[in-house]
C-alpha cells in the first residue's frame, strides 16, 4: 500500500518537469549546506581571513568565483552561505510554524467569539507593520546579529500562519466530522490537534516550502542593510553588501552571492510547486 | 431528412488516470424523434452525464478518450464538426439544464445578464440582430414563462439573492431563451424541496409540449420521469440495459437490473424496507467482459461473463440487453 | 404502557444572523417512546435538521425543555452536558463523505468514541471487531481510508462509530439521501436490526416520505420551525388533516398505479417556501394555504388532539372556528 502511494505521489510531483529541477536544486543547495567545510575550497575564509595581496581578484584557476576585498574566496564563503541562510530559514519556520499554527486553530475553532477577535486582530496589527521597519526596530533596540534578525523576522512573519489555519480551520469547523467528535465528548485539544490540524498539513508543508525562499531573500535583506549577521559571518546578504560599492567593475563580489540567492529561492519555489501538485486531489 | 434528431451510435469513452484507463461507457446507444421526450435512468457513476457531456463535446480530451463512436445530431456527426459548427450547434440547437443551480449560474453577473448573452448568441446564430430593448422584452418573457414574479425586479438580481427553485427556473429560462430543438435535463430539481421540484418539473413539462423541443430528461429516480417522458432508457456502468415506453418499464420491466431498482423504492403503500441490489457498481478499471451486470444478478449464466449481451427486441418499442431473452453474442 | 424515552416541550432555537433573527425551531412538543422511530419530515428552513443538533447537544436550546431518560438535559450548556448522557446519544449524519474525517483511517474512527468514554486498550480491538461485525463490514477495512470505500460503506462504518458507546437514542439526519436507491435498503434494514437487537430508539430524519412510510412508527412534520402534525404513520399517510402535509403528500414522484391512489387530491403546490428571516404573520403556512381563513392571517393556530395520538396546528380544527 505504501510503496503505491508514493510512487503515485512521485507521478504526481513529476509531472512537471520543472519540480525536478526544483529538487534537485533544492537537495544541491542541502548537500552544500551540510557538507560546505569538507567540500568548500577555503573553509577558513569563512571566518577572520585576511589576504590582502590575494584582494578583489577576478574568477581565476585558485579562487574560481574570485576573492572579495578582504583576498577571501567567494565560492568558499558562498557555499558557506548557504549554509547560514538555509539556517536561517529553518530557525524562523521552528518558530513560526507552531505559534502561527497553534494561534490559528485556537481562533478559527473559536471563530466569532471573543477569543477570534482578540487573536486575530492582533495577528492584523502584526501584519499592519512593514516587515522591514519591524526588524529594524528590534534590531535598533538590541544590537544587530543574526539570532536577533530572525527573531525580527519571526515577529513579522507569523500572522500568514496564523491566517492560513484559521481560514482552514474555522471552515472545517462545520465539518461533520467535527460535529461528530464533539457530539462524543473529544477533548478541544483532540478536536484542534487530531482532527482539524491533519487537515490542514498539506497546505501547510507546501506553504512552508513555498516561503523558504523568500524568508532567505528577507534576511538577506537585512543583512545587506546591516542589520542581520555580522562580519565575518558569511551570510549572503552581507556578501552582497561587501561588494555591491564596487560594482560594476569587480562584478564578481555581489554577483556571485546575488546568483546563489535567486537559485535558492527558485529551487524552493518550483520545488514547492511540485509538493502542492503532489498533495492536491487528482479529479478528472 | 433523417429520421432522428439525435443518434448515438456505439459510443465508447475511457479516461485516462495514474492508475490505468477507466472504460466508462461501453457501447451507448440512444435514438431521439424530434418532439419526443426521453428519459435516462441510471445510478451514480453509471455514465449519464459522461454520456451528455459527449453531446455537447464538454467532455476534457484528455483525460477522456473516446475510441469509438458516432453522435448524429441531424444526420451530421457531432465528432466531425469544426469549432464554428459546433458553436452553431450549441448556440440555437441544444442547450442543457446543469443538475445544479449554484454551479451553473456564474455568481458575479446579474441574472439579465446572464439571460443577455444567451439570447444575443443565439438569435446572432440564427440570423437575427436584436437590441438592447428587445433583449430585455424576451429576457423577462421568458422568465415570466418559468413562473418567476416581479420579472423585471429579478433581471437585477445576483443569483446568490435568489432560492434554489427561482435558481433552478432562471437555469431553464436560459435554456429555453435559446429555444432549441434538443433540450438535456441533468437531475433537474434534485437539490430541491419537493414541492418545488414538482412545481419545476411540470413546468418542464408544459414547456417541452408547448415549444415541441425533444427533451432527454436524466435522473436517478423513477418516480421523477413518470408523466413527463413518452420513452425510458435504462443505463447501468456505462451501457444501456433497456428502453421502454414508460408505462411498459413500470409494469413489464424486462432487464434484471431495472427490476431490481423498481423492487428498491419504497412503496407510499408500505411494504417494509425493499432489499436494493446486492453489491455494487463494477470498477471501471477492470469492467467484466461481458454484462457488466453479471456479478449481482441472480440469473447469470457462463455466456453473460463472456461477452456483452445484444440489444434483443421484445416489440412495442420494447427492447432489453440481456441474455435471459435470447440473442448471440455481440 | 410505552415508556417514553425523550420527550421535548417547547423547544425554540433562535439564531442571530445578519440578516436578522432566525427561528429555526419556535416551540414544538413531542416525544418519543422507548424501541420506537420518530420520523420528522419537512422541506429547507423546516427547521428538522435543527431539532436533531438541539436535542443532541451541538447547540443550546434558546427556551423550552429537552428530557431525556427522565433526566432535564436543556438546562445545562450542551458542553457540560455529562459523559453519561453523552455517551447514550448519538447522531448519524446526512453526508458519508464528510462525516468521517479523511485523514483518519476506519480504526481511528471506531477508536474514538471508545478512547473518550474510557473503554480499556486490550478490549479495544475487540471491540472494534464486534462493531464491524453489526454492521456487516469486512475487518480488512481498518486499514482503509474513508477515500477508499463506497458512500453507503461509509454510511456503514459511521452507524458503527455511533454504536460504539452503546448508545440508547441515535438521531439520524438524513442517513440515506446521499445514497442512490439500490444502496439504501442495506443501510436502512441494517440499522432496523439494530434496533431491534439492541432496542433503540431513532429520530428519522428525511424529506424521503415514501421512505417514511416504511421506517417510522409515529412521524411529525415541520414548516419553518413549527410541527404542524404529529400521527402514528399509518394515520399520516392515510387520514392526513394539515393542509400542508396534503401538499406535501400530493407531490411525492410515485411509480405504482395504487400509490398514486393514495395521495390526497392534488393540493397543488404553490409559491415559494418563505425565508426563515421573513416569516408571514399568523399560521406562516397561510400564504400557501388551499383552506386559507381569515383567521390564519392574524393569529397562530393552537395544537389541537384531534384523536388520541394525532395532533394537528391548524384553524380548521380548533373549536373556536367549528362552525
Known amino acids: 500500500m505504501e510503496k503505491e502511494k508514493i510512487k503515485k505521489g512521485w507521478y504526481k510531483f513529476s509531472r512537471n518537469k520543472l519540480s525536478i529541477i526544483g529538487l534537485i536544486s533544492v537537495t544541491c543547495i542541502i548537500f552544500i549546506a551540510l557538507l560546505a567545510n569538507v567540500i568548500a575550497p577555503y573553509p577558513k575564509h569563512a571566518g577572520w581571513f585576511t589576504d590582502f595581496d590575494n584582494a578583489k581578484k577576478s574568477p581565476n584557476l585558485r579562487n574560481i568565483f574570485g576573492t572579495d576585498p578582504f583576498g577571501r574566496d567567494v565560492l568558499s564563503r558562498t557555499m558557506f552561505g548557504f549554509r547560514y541562510s538555509l539556517m536561517m530559514a529553518v530557525v524562523v519556520l521552528i518558530i513560526i510554524v507552531p505559534i502561527g499554527t497553534i494561534l490559528g486553530l485556537v481562533a478559527g475553532y473559536y471563530n466569532n467569539t471573543w477569543i477570534d477577535t482578540v487573536i486575530m486582530r492582533v495577528t492584523d496589527i502584526f501584519l499592519a507593520v512593514p516587515s522591514l521597519l519591524m526588524a529594524m526596530m528590534v534590531c535598533a533596540l538590541l544590537r544587530p546579529s543574526a539570532f536577533n534578525a530572525m527573531f525580527a523576522m519571526s515577529m513579522s512573519w507569523w500572522p500568514w500562519y496564523t491566517r492560513l489555519i484559521y481560514g482552514l480551520g474555522s471552515s472545517l469547523k462545520n465539518e461533520y466530522f467535527i460535529q461528530s467528535a464533539e457530539i462524543m465528548g473529544a477533548s478541544t485539544s483532540h478536536i484542534l490537534f487530531r482532527e482539524i490540524l491533519p487537515n490542514c498539513l498539506a497546505q501547510l508543508f507546501t506553504k512552508m516550502t513555498l516561503e523558504v525562499g523568500w524568508i532567505i531573500l528577507a534576511g538577506a535583506t537585512l543583512s545587506f542593510l546591516g542589520l542581520g549577521a555580522q562580519p565575518p559571518t558569511p551570510d549572503l546578504g552581507t556578501m552582497v553588501a561587501d561588494g555591491y560599492t564596487l560594482l560594476p567593475e569587480y562584478w564578481w563580489i555581489s554577483i556571485f552571492p546575488g546568483i546563489a540567492i535567486v537559485f535558492t529561492i527558485l529551487g524552493f519555489n518550483l520545488m514547492g510547486d511540485g509538493l502542492r501538485d503532489l498533495l492536491s486531489v487528482e479529479e478528472f | ?330 | ?323
Open chain 3, 1 to 323: 404502557m410505552t415508556d417514553e424515552i425523550l420527550s421535548v416541550t417547547d423547544l425554540k432555537k433562535y439564531f442571530k444572523t445578519d440578516e436578522g433573527l432566525v427561528k429555526a425551531v419556535d416551540g414544538i412538543d413531542f416525544h418519543i417512546n422507548v424501541g420506537e422511530t420518530f420520523g420528522l419530515v419537512g422541506e429547507s428552513g423546516s427547521g428538522k435538521s435543527t431539532t436533531a443538533f438541539t436535542i443532541i447537544g451541538v447547540y443550546t436550546p434558546t427556551a423550552g425543555e429537552i428530557v431525556f431518560k427522565g433526566q432535564q438535559v436543556s438546562l445545562v450548556n450542551v458542553k457540560k452536558r455529562p459523559k453519561s448522557i453523552k455517551r447514550q446519544m448519538q447522531m448519524v449524519f446526512q453526508d458519508p463523505g464528510t462525516s468521517l474525517n479523511p485523514k483518519q483511517t476506519i480504526k481511528q474512527i471506531l477508536e474514538l468514541p471508545l478512547k473518550i468514554h474510557h473503554t480499556d486498550i486490550k478490549d479495544r480491538t475487540e471491540r472494534i471487531y464486534e462493531l464491524l461485525e453489526r454492521v456487516e463490514l469486512p475487518k480488512d477495512y481498518l486499514d482503509r481510508n474513508p477515500g477508499a470505500i463506497g458512500g453507503g460503506e461509509k454510511q456503514l462504518v459511521a452507524i458503527a462509530r455511533a454504536l460504539a458507546t452503546n448508545p440508547s437514542f441515535i438521531a439520524l439526519d438524513e442517513p440515506t439521501s446521499a445514497l442512490d436507491v439500490s444502496m439504501q435498503g442495506k443501510i436502512l434494514n441494517t440499522l432496523m436490526r439494530i434496533q431491534k437487537e439492541s432496542e433503540l430508539s431513532y429520530l428519522f430524519i428525511t424529506h424521503d416520505l415514501s421512505l417514511m412510510r416504511n421506517v417510522a412508527a409515529r412521524v411529525g412534520i415541520m414548516y419553518l420551525g413549527k410541527l404542524f402534525e404529529v400521527a402514528k404513520t399509518e394515520e399520516f399517510f392515510h387520514k392526513p388533516l394539515h393542509p400542508y402535509t396534503k401538499m406535501l403528500l400530493s407531490s411525492i414522484p410515485v411509480v405504482t398505479d395504487e400509490e398514486e391512489k393514495m395521495k390526497p387530491a392534488k393540493a397543488v403546490s404553490r409559491g415559494e417556501i418563505p425565508s426563515p428571516v421573513n416569516v408571514p404573520s399568523g399560521c406562516y403556512f397561510h400564504p400557501r394555504c388551499v383552506d386559507c381563513m381569515d383567521i390564519c392571517m392574524t393569529e397562530e393556530p393552537p395544537t389541537i388532539e384531534v384523536e388520541p395520538g394525532h395532533t394537528v396546528k391548524c384553524h380548521l380544527f380548533s373549536a373556536s372556528t367549528e362552525s
Open chain 2, 1 to 330: 431528412m433523417t429520421e432522428f434528431l439525435l443518434d448515438i451510435q456505439e459510443l465508447y469513452v475511457n479516461f485516462r488516470i495514474y492508475e490505468g484507463i477507466l472504460k466508462v461507457l461501453n457501447s451507448v446507444n440512444l435514438k431521439i424523434k424530434p418532439g419526443e421526450k426521453i428519459g435516462l435512468i441510471g445510478e451514480t457513476g453509471c455514465g449519464k452525464t459522461t454520456t451528455m457531456k459527449s453531446i455537447l463535446r464538454i467532455l476534457p480530451i484528455p483525460p477522456a478518450i473516446i475510441p469509438s463512436g458516432r453522435i448524429l445530431f441531424e444526420g451530421k456527426d457531432i465528432f466531425k464538426m469544426d469549432v464554428k459548427e459546433l458553436n452553431s450547434v450549441r448556440r440555437k440547437d441544444i442547450s442543457m439544464i446543469f443538475q445544479d443551480p449554484i454551479a451553473a449560474l456564474n455568481p458575479v453577473f446579474k441574472v439579465g445578464k446572464q439571460l443577455e448573452s444567451v439570447i444575443k448568441s443565439s438569435t446572432l446564430e440564427k440570423g437575427e440582430e436584436l437590441s438592447k430593448e428587445e433583449i430585455k422584452k424576451r429576457s423577462i418573457t421568458v422568465l415570466k414563462e418559468v413562473a418567476l414574479p416581479d420579472a423585471e425586479r429579478l433581471l437585477n438580481n445576483y443569483p446568490i439573492q435568489l432560492s434554489g427553485g427561482m435558481r433552478q427556473r432562471i437555469c431553464i429560462a436560459i435554456a429555453i431563451a435559446s429555444a432549441g430543438k434538443l433540450l438535456i435535463a441533468d437531475e433537474p430539481g434534485t437539490n430541491l424541496d419537493v414541492t418545488i421540484k414538482d412545481q419545476v418539473l411540470r413546468l418542464i413539462g408544459n414547456l417541452v409540449d408547448e415549444l415541441g423541443t425533444s427533451i432527454i430528461l436524466i435522473s436517478h429516480a423513477l418516480g421523477t420521469v413518470k408523466g413527463l417522458v413518452d420513452r425510458v432508457y435504462t443505463m447501468y456502468a456505462g451501457s444501456i440495459v433497456e428502453i421502454a415506453r414508460i408505462d411498459d418499464l413500470f409494469s413489464e420491466p424486462l432487464h434484471p437490473y431495472t427490476r431490481g431498482l423498481i423492487k428498491s423504492v419504497p412503496k407510499l403503500t408500505g411494504g417494509g424496507i425493499p432489499a436494493g441490489i446486492p453489491g455494487r457498481l463494477p470498477e471501471y478499471l477492470n469492467p467484466p467482459a461481458g454484462c457488466r451486470f453479471a456479478p449481482r444478478c441472480e440469473h447469470a449464466m457462463p455466456i453473460c461473463w463472456k461477452s456483452l449481451p445484444p440489444i434483443v427486441d421484445e416489440g412495442n418499442e420494447h427492447e432489453v440487453a440481456c441474455y435471459l431473452y435470447g440473442g448471440e453474442a455481440r
